[in-house]
């Protein structure tokens, strides 16, 4: 067994302990945390995932494989305000399956099947283009790989969604290892009160 796993034994087990003080915590588990204490956060403007212009490459996963927690402390975040609620969200669905009866890609996008697409109002079968939808990531089972993040983004949807460091998963390792793997220097160190306020844009319910 590598090294890399040990560690990741050791620290998922603080990880588990800090799944209990749950998702919903985040903001006030840094409070507590830290006066002037600085945190690790994921830059979209930086990350190959959401960066604009970065397309027609794969999803970059080294959020997933390198974070020293089990499951990776980073999870996708739907922006809600930005979200377009499209009908054939290019997030949700792969949209290069196979058509179904419906008339819908076959197909999901996210392996993990970790985002949930309920209809707003009541749909309309004959009108298709203007029916909307809400599409909610469970963030229990996201890991995340990226994917929905990259398919997202311009030109194909509209950047609603960002990959974002969960600090209350994170054991705010000193060298953070997913900073020392991106090829974009996109994993960087905020002042708690930064990561607050950039926490209430992209994070806050409808
Ligand atoms: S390693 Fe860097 S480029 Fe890759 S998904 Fe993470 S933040 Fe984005
Ligand atoms: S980041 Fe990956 S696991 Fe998470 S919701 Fe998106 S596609 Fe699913
Ligand atoms: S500091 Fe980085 S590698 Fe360590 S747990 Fe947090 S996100 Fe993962």
Known sequence: MSDKVNRRDLVGQLARGAVILGFGGAAGYLAQKANGQ????????????????????EACSLCTTECVVLQSAVRAVNDFSKCGRCSICP????????????????????PRDAITRKPIGVVDPQDPANNYYEYVIDEEK??????CV???????????????????????????????????????RLT????????????APR
Not at 38 to 57: F, H, P
Not at 142 to 147: A, Q, R, S
Not at 192 to 203: M, P, W
Request: hydrophobic share 35%; aromatic share 4%; proline share 3%.
């Open 142 to 147: 996201c890991d995340g790989c990226g994917k």
């Open 38 to 57: 600085i945190v690790w956060q994921v830059d979209g403007a930086k990350c190959i995932n959401s960066r604009l212009g970065e397309v027609g490459v």
């Open 150 to 188: 990259m398919d997202c983004k311009e030109p194909m949807g509209l950047g609603s969604i960002r990959l974002k460091v969960r600090h209350n998963l994170c054991v705010a390792c000193n060298r953070c290892a997913i900073s020392t793997a991106c090829p974009k220097g996109a994993v960087e």
């Open 91 to 110: 997030a949700y669905f792969n949209i290069k399956s196979a058509v179904d009866s419906n008339g819908l890609p076959s197909e999901k996008r996210c």
């Open 192 to 203: 708690v009160s930064k990561a607050l306020n950039f926490g209430r844009t992209n994070e």
